[in-house]
């Protein structure tokens, strides 16, 4: 995917608290959480065979791919131009990845991406490269997206657009939430979106 023309950089992409914040964070959330990530890559690898870390491109910030780390939660991997999004008693899904997808254990690894610099702890999440190319066909706003770095959680998330998208409809909610996120963006927005993002982890009844 081509970066998105004119480098259009908004506040939340080039802020430095921002990114202060999102190493500190990172950081000191994987040594905390990594006895989790051990035990549970130690359950993967046990359960099924494949790669601990399921790898998959995304778009980033101004369209710029990045490869993006998770457990791997499925017996497959998809990567290509076509890309079936999770459902609900999916097939695909192993035993350890309903549960790791149902609490989002498996999106831990992403820390690393914040480390790295590919993501932020708060903005739009990032989709599958065939999902940006469909969606972006179809939604005239789906590109203002990438004014911001992709976040493990974001504003569509606690507003409970979260999940598979099952139509057009569904999508360009999330994307409209995402331009609400940058167009509003301060550090305290962002702490908001944090504290948030617990209660409807809990809540969430669309994830799997």
């Given at each position: 995917?081509?970066?998105?023309?004119?480098?259009?950089?908004?506040?939340?992409?080039?802020?430095?608290?921002?990114?202060?914040?999102?190493?500190?964070?990172?950081?000191?959330?994987?040594?905390?959480?990594?006895?989790?990530?051990?035990?549970?890559?130690?359950?993967?690898?046990?359960?099924?065979?494949?790669?601990?870390?399921?790898?998959?491109?995304?778009?980033?910030?101004?369209?710029?791919?990045?490869?993006?780390?998770?457990?791997?939660?499925?017996?497959?991997?998809?990567?290509?131009?076509?890309?079936?999004?999770?459902?609900?008693?999916?097939?695909?899904?192993?035993?350890?990845?309903?549960?790791?997808?149902?609490?989002?254990?498996?999106?831990?690894?992403?820390?690393l991406n914040v480390l790295k610099g590919d993501m932020s702890l708060v903005g739009p999440r990032p989709h599958a490269m065939a999902h940006d190319a469909y969606y972006?066909?179809?939604?005239?706003?789906?590109?203002?997206?990438?004014?911001?770095?992709?976040?493990?959680?974001?504003?569509?998330?606690?507003?409970?657009?979260?999940?598979?998208?099952?139509?057009?409809?569904?999508?360009?909610?999330?994307?409209?939430?995402?331009?609400?996120?940058?167009?509003?963006?301060?550090?305290?927005?962002?702490?908001?979106?944090?504290?948030?993002?617990?209660?409807?982890?809990?809540?969430?009844?669309?994830?799997?």
């Amino acid at each position: 995917m081509n970066a998105v023309a004119g480098e259009i950089l908004a506040r939340v992409a080039v802020d430095p608290g921002k990114r202060f914040i999102d190493v500190v964070v990172a950081a000191l959330a994987l040594i905390f959480f990594a006895p989790v990530l051990l035990l549970a890559a130690l359950w993967i690898k046990l359960e099924s065979p494949g790669p601990v870390l399921f790898r998959q491109t995304r778009g980033g910030l101004n369209g710029r791919t990045f490869t993006i780390y998770k457990l791997r939660s499925m017996r497959c991997e998809e990567n290509g131009d076509k890309v079936t999004q999770a459902r609900r008693d999916d097939d695909r899904i192993t035993k350890s990845g309903k549960l790791l997808r149902t609490t989002s254990i498996d999106e831990l690894p992403q820390l690393l991406n914040v480390l790295k610099g590919d993501m932020s702890l708060v903005g739009p999440r990032p989709h599958a490269m065939a999902h940006d190319a469909y969606y972006g066909a179809l939604i005239s706003t789906y590109n203002m997206r990438f004014q911001a770095k992709p976040g493990l959680t974001g504003l569509a998330q606690i507003r409970g657009l979260r999940g598979g998208t099952t139509d057009v409809e569904d999508m360009a909610a999330r994307i409209k939430a995402d331009i609400a996120y940058i167009d509003g963006w301060s550090l305290m927005s962002d702490i908001r979106i944090l504290l948030l993002t617990v209660p409807h982890l809990l809540m969430a009844e669309n994830a799997y």
